[in-house]
């Protein structure tokens, strides 16, 4: 009972994701289409609850929706005019865009159709947070710190990108 | 549970939808947006196969070490725009053909 209604739960998000992505890239209203972005990604993190990753979980919704998407949300307003109230995006291309998108599409279902993938549900493996961290400074401590890096030098290269130009102090 | 390949059925119509936002919309901001759907898809892949295989925590840090790069990404990309925005007063992707030979 409790599985089936866990079931349930999941592919109603499931449905809402997809539901907010096809906003997203065929709504007219840029600012509505960023609201969408928002559902879709509280629902990627409902995803990763479900796998059991807690911690990606948090750092989904801290990022993407407290990041990315206020970031997305300033370029929308800061690009278009500010009395332009309603933020039009048109489309190009629409019947190859579609056309290729569904071959892409095709072409996955066939895969994941067509391999046999063999996977057990290895269990809910608890928290996480402990175990990701001995990891990053572990096995993974120079992606980490290639990162960190990148992280660095796209914050300098963002800012000296925006500088008007002559303003030199 | 839920098996295996529903994660990815999910993730291959959030990866397709991106594709189409990408080559379709007119507006770089909105690409932009179509970009973030193509990382989460991906993101979505390497959680959903860390927990599938026995003590594979590895695609968990990949996952996060996609979502800094996604961080990135979009910092770099939108400081582009903006500067597309004070050249040609305007965002819109086929319109912006100045570098064109």
């Known amino acids: 009972m409790e599985s089936m209604a866990s079931a349930a739960i999941f592919y109603g998000v499931a449905a809402l994701v997809l539901g907010s992505a096809l906003y997203v890239v065929v709504g007219r209203n840029l600012v509505h289409s960023a609201f969408a972005l928002v559902a879709a990604f509280f629902g990627v993190a409902v995803f990763y609850v479900y796998l059991g990753a807690d911690f990606l979980a948090g750092a989904q919704v801290l990022i993407y929706v407290g990041g990315i998407l206020t970031l997305l949300l300033f370029g929308v307003m800061l690009t278009n005019r500010i009395y332009n109230l309603n ?11 579609a056309l290729s998108a569904g071959l892409v599409f095709a072409l996955l279902v066939w895969i994941i159709q067509s391999v046999d993938w063999g996977a ?15 990891l990053l400074v572990g096995d993974y401590l120079l992606p980490f710190e290639i990162a960190s890096v990148l992280l660095l030098i796209a914050l300098m290269g963002a800012a000296m990108l925006v500088r008007r130009r002559g303003s030199r102090s | 549970m839920i098996p295996l390949e529903h994660y990815l059925y999910i993730s291959a119509a959030l990866f397709s939808l991106g594709v189409f936002g990408v080559l379709t919309r007119r507006n770089a901001v909105n690409v932009l947006m179509s970009i973030e759907l193509i990382f989460n898809s991906a993101n979505i892949n390497l959680v ?6 026995e003590g594979a925590l590895g695609g968990q840090v990949f996952a996060l070490l996609v979502i800094v790069i996604a961080a990135c990404e979009a910092a770099v990309a939108l400081a582009i725009v903006m500067s597309l925005y004070r050249v040609v007063k305007h965002v819109n992707l086929d319109d912006a053909a100045e570098l064109k030979g």
């Open chain 1, 87 to 97: 933020l039009r995006s048109g489309a190009i291309q629409v019947v190859p865009g």
């Open chain 2, 48 to 53: 959903a196969f860390s927990r599938f295989v």
């Open chain 1, 120 to 134: 057990m549900d290895a269990g809910d493996p608890g928290p996480t947070s402990e175990s990701i961290g001995r």
